[in-house]
């Protein structure tokens, strides 16, 4: 009941912070790089999947957070092209998460309003993780409100060095100058086109890096840490990051 009433705007943790917000100054597309499960869990004697779970379960309430403040675009680092390296069953956890999650939430989702999206390499996905999001991309297709968009099997150099070379193919066929190529074509080769660059990043669990997320979209992005580990980020704290953001004078190199 009280995650019911919290999803559809009842009183929650950050209500006093989100009275801070001008609502006039709101970014368009806040990023997320949801780091610190596994010492979350460690830090409580449990096994790293077990923050991932927790993570997955602190998805909602920051997305409800988002749609309360009306931002157009959530996206959510979930799984980058790197982290197929970590050991076999905490991929396979991590790739079955989908398969919990959207099931679970998706009416929850539509009657908000969400638009669910993926920005990532479909390929080398396991099928039942694909099918998860792709049902939630379909049941969602004709909602208008925030998309939430999952950053899933992502790395920013290969998707760059993707569109560099589908740019080459063009100009080896004859069917680009090479001034034809400028800063608007290169980004419409990119996985998230034609979403805006984000406004805000935010990244949870106290490292200060990038992580090869969004190199090229983050150009004039404001960046915002934490120390607190993404299964206890609630949405206090993201009102907080939204009202650093309000406060930050964005110059794109002017004056
Ligand atoms: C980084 O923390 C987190 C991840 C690699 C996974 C993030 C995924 C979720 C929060 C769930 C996503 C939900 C859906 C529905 C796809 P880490 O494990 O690197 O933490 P550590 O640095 O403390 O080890």
Same mark, same amino acid.
């Given at each position: 009941?009280?995650?019911?009433?919290?999803?559809?705007?009842?009183?929650?943790?950050?209500? +006093?912070?989100?009275?801070?917000?001008?609502?006039?100054?709101?970014?368009?597309?806040?990023?997320?790089?949801?780091?610190?499960?596994?010492?979350?869990?460690?830090?409580?004697?449990?096994?790293?999947?077990?923050?991932?779970?927790?993570?997955?379960?602190?998805?909602?309430?920051?997305?409800?957070?988002?749609?309360?403040?009306?931002?157009?675009?959530?996206?959510?680092?979930?799984?980058?092209?790197?982290?197929?390296?970590?050991?076999?069953?905490?991929?396979?956890?991590?790739?079955?998460?989908?398969?919990?999650?959207?099931?679970?939430?998706?009416? +929850?989702?539509?009657?908000?309003?969400?638009?669910?999206?993926?920005?990532?390499?479909?390929?080398?996905?396991?099928?039942?993780?694909?099918?998860?999001?792709?049902?939630?991309? +379909?049941?969602?297709?004709?909602?208008?409100?925030?998309?939430?968009?999952?950053?899933?099997?992502?790395?920013?150099?290969?998707?760059?060095?993707?569109?560099?070379?589908?740019?080459? +193919?063009?100009?080896?066929?004859?069917?680009?100058?090479?001034?034809?190529?400028?800063?608007?074509?290169?980004?419409?080769?990119?996985?998230?086109?034609?979403?805006?660059?984000?406004?805000?990043?935010?990244?949870?669990?106290?490292?200060?890096?990038?992580?090869?997320?969004?190199?090229?979209?983050?150009?004039?992005?404001?960046?915002?840490?934490?120390?607190?580990?993404?299964?206890?980020?609630?949405?206090?704290?993201?009102?907080?990051?939204?009202?650093?953001?309000?406060?930050?004078?964005?110059?794109?190199?002017?004056?």
């Amino acid at each position: 009941m009280k995650q019911f009433k919290r999803w559809f705007g009842g009183r929650s943790e950050g209500d +006093e912070a989100l009275a801070g917000i001008d609502m006039d100054n709101i970014p368009d597309h806040v990023a997320v790089i949801m780091d610190g499960n596994g010492r979350w869990a460690q830090k409580r004697g449990l096994p790293r999947v077990a923050g991932h779970h927790s993570g997955m379960k602190n998805v909602k309430k920051i997305t409800m957070a988002a749609n309360t403040l009306g931002i157009r675009v959530l996206t959510l680092y979930a799984f980058s092209t790197e982290n197929w390296k970590r050991p076999k069953e905490e991929v396979d956890y991590l790739m079955k998460l989908p398969m919990e999650f959207f099931p679970k939430e998706i009416d +929850e989702l539509v009657a908000n309003n969400v638009q669910i999206r993926m920005t990532g390499w479909r390929e080398g996905l396991p099928d039942y993780t694909l099918k998860a999001v792709e049902d939630a991309i +379909e049941r969602t297709r004709h909602n208008d409100g925030l998309i939430l968009n999952f950053a899933l099997n992502y790395g920013s150099r290969k998707e760059m060095i993707a569109g560099i070379r589908s740019i080459a +193919e063009r100009v080896k066929r004859n069917e680009l100058e090479l001034e034809d190529i400028d800063e608007s074509l290169f980004a419409k080769t990119l996985l998230t086109d034609p979403l805006p660059d984000p406004d805000l990043l935010i990244r949870t669990s106290g490292e200060l890096r990038i992580s090869n997320f969004m190199l090229w979209q983050l150009a004039y992005s404001e960046l915002w840490f934490t120390d607190l580990y993404w299964p206890d980020f609630t949405e206090k704290e993201f009102y907080e990051a939204i009202i650093e953001y309000q406060r930050r004078a964005r110059r794109y190199g002017g004056l």
